[in-house]
């Protein structure tokens, strides 16, 4: 009869436990060099991380008849940043320092924006006269808002 031999409890529990040691670590290293955690930036400074990359925003004017932007017409914009696929701008118009009017879509093709990138200058408050608007174009960065350009512009009455 041939005598097996086996190994003793506490080698194979170290054996697991270095095995298990050697996973989490390889998750880790895997984790930390995904672009989901490349995003988050180095953590030094601890502040918002600058914009990366370059961005544009510009003012489309859908049915001016004179190149202006007046109270009552539709506008969109052509944004786009290398920084991230998915960018968005947030227009915001004020009347004597007081906002009349807000709103925000997506730019961005990875799936369709549900709503309309088609803004419409005119609000239950803002109905009539002229305005002053800033419009940003922004995206996410793990938790953050990460501004990477902004535009403002006047509406005529």
């Not at 914009?51 to 786009?80: E, I, K, N, R």
């Not at 800033?134 to 902004?150: D, I, Q």
Request: hydrophobic fraction near 35%; charged fraction near 10%.
């Amino acid at each position: 009869m041939k005598h097996q031999h086996r190994r003793p409890t506490h080698s194979r529990r170290r054996t697991a436990l270095a095995v298990g040691t050697l996973f989490v670590a390889v998750i880790t290293a895997l984790g930390a060099s995904s672009p989901a955690m490349a995003a988050k930036g180095s953590g030094g400074g601890g502040g918002k991380p600058a914009p990366s990359g370059s961005s544009t925003l510009s003012l489309v004017l859908l049915d001016s008849t004179d190149g202006v932007a007046h109270f009552g017409q539709q506008v969109t914009f052509d944004a786009s940043s290398s920084a991230t696929t998915e960018p968005h701008v947030s227009l915001k118009c004020s009347q004597n320092g007081v906002v009349v009017y807000t709103t925000q879509a997506g730019y961005y093709a990875s799936y369709p924006w549900p709503w309309t990138q088609t803004m419409t200058l005119s609000s239950g408050a803002w109905t009539g006269g002229a305005a002053e608007c800033s419009a940003s174009l922004y995206y996410f960065n793990g938790s953050k808002t990460v501004t990477a350009a902004t535009l403002g512009f006047h509406v005529d009455a």
